[in-house]
């Protein structure tokens, strides 16, 4: 048995460091956008239209694909939590769906209210095997990482700057993909030990964005296991 899953059957486990510490960082995270985050501009509004129609002429490529790339985090995420969400008392999906649209708002609050959850109950259904599937994890990986390339190597980083400095929209849009690209490693280690893998190297795919992205590549598919069906 793996730390976790004697973490999870330890009835002396005490889950509220782990809560209240979430709970921080999302109130923290919350409070900075709204209160300290430069001010909104005018053409806020305009500029999601233009970069959700994809009539980018003009706009800065760096901000574009910066845009895109928190359109695949989420995905990052979608193939870790619908199997997480098997046996815990909240489901997972409204904040999986939600994390598309509030990025890390939506996806905090499921760190705060989850259970460690180190066995998958049941078997698979279409939807789990869809997210547990290498191929998703590979197509996750190469979306992510050409996204990354291209705003990397064409972007216009004086006006990013510039505009992260005045933008409340880009300056936010930024620390979200941050938060995204480390809080991550928060899921893996009761992912690892549904699939039968050695959760003391949960360490190994830490590294913002890359590790998690390695994860979905190399890990194994989950272990199914005869249990009561619950919510995902």
């Avoid at 009539?55 to 995420?77: C, E, K, Q, W």
Wanted: aromatic share 16%; net charge positive; hydrophobic share 50%.
């Amino acid at each position: 048995m793996t730390d976790t899953a004697a973490l999870k059957l330890d009835p002396t486990f005490n889950p509220w460091p782990r809560r209240i510490g979430f709970g921080l960082l999302w109130l923290g995270f919350g409070l900075y956008a709204f209160l300290l985050a430069p001010p909104d501009r005018p053409d806020t509004f305009e500029l999601i239209k233009r970069l959700s129609s994809q009539d980018i002429a003009g706009v800065n490529p760096l901000i574009v694909y910066l845009f895109n790339i928190m359109g695949v985090l989420p995905l990052l995420y979608s193939a870790v939590l619908y199997a997480d969400g098997r046996g815990q008392k909240i489901p997972a999906w409204p904040f999986a769906v939600g994390s598309f649209f509030l990025g890390a708002f939506a996806l905090l609050p499921y760190f705060i209210l989850r259970q460690p959850n180190p066995q998958f109950a049941g078997r698979k259904n279409w939807w789990i095997k869809l997210w547990d599937s290498r191929i998703t994890g590979i197509l996750i990986a190469i979306a992510a990482i050409t996204l990354l390339y291209l705003g990397l190597s064409q972007g216009d980083w004086a006006n990013f700057v510039y505009q992260w400095q005045h933008d409340r929209f880009i300056h936010v849009m930024s620390l979200d993909f941050c938060m995204l690209s480390i809080v991550f490693p928060a899921l893996i280690k009761d992912d690892m030990a549904r699939r039968g893998m050695n959760d003391r190297d949960w360490w190994q795919f830490a590294l913002p964005l890359w590790g998690p992205l390695a994860y979905l590549i190399v890990r194994p598919r989950i272990i199914e296991s005869d249990g009561v069906t619950a919510r995902g």
